[in-house]
């Protein structure tokens, strides 16, 4: 009997105070809502940084190929590549044949 008694005790007590329940509740479901949104943005935020930094080396690496690609494009260097590691050289006036077509 006072098994009973004290259940219905509690359940009263539930109901009277079932408001401050609630409220408790979505009190900590908005502060957890609060934490998880923050550690969302901070990540958000890391990612863009190093998107950032990934954007930043990428565009040095472009710059340094441009470089590259103006000085290989030099007369002189293609023709110093061209006499060094394919051995040709410049035909000799004697050497050369014009072709006319009339």
């Not at 690609?69 to 050289?89: F, G, R």
């Amino acid at each position: 009997m006072a098994k009973l008694v004290l259940t219905q005790e509690i359940w009263q007590d539930i109901k009277r105070y079932s408001g401050t329940y609630l409220m408790a509740m979505l009190v900590l479901l908005s502060a957890f809502a609060v934490i998880y949104m923050t550690h969302i943005n901070r990540q958000a935020t890391s990612d863009l940084e190093k998107l950032y930094g990934d954007r930043d080396s990428l565009h040095v690496e472009w710059r340094n190929l441009q470089l590259e690609q103006n000085s290989l494009a030099e007369h002189s260097e293609i023709e110093t590549k061209a006499d060094k590691e394919l051995h040709m050289h410049r035909p000799e006036i004697n050497s050369e044949i014009i072709i006319k077509i009339p």
